[in-house]
């Protein structure tokens, strides 16, 4: 499995609780997790995937 980076918080949540998601980029997968259910676990995807979704969030396609 390859390794990944320290957890933080996406640039897209805020402030007051609210829409928190941890990510954690390593080279090969990027991980993503609730910050208020850390305990549930975390989402993989490939370095692939989370580029593409970016992508499509920030052209407003999501």
Do not use: I
């Amino acid at each position: 499995m390859a390794s990944t980076r320290e957890w933080h918080k996406s640039s897209y949540s805020n402030g007051s609780g609210g829409n928190c998601v941890e990510v954690a980029e390593g080279p090969e997968v990027v991980r993503v997790r609730d910050t208020q259910n850390r305990q549930l676990g975390h989402l993989d995807f490939n370095t692939a995937e989370w580029s593409f979704f970016l992508r499509e969030v920030k052209a407003d396609h999501l």
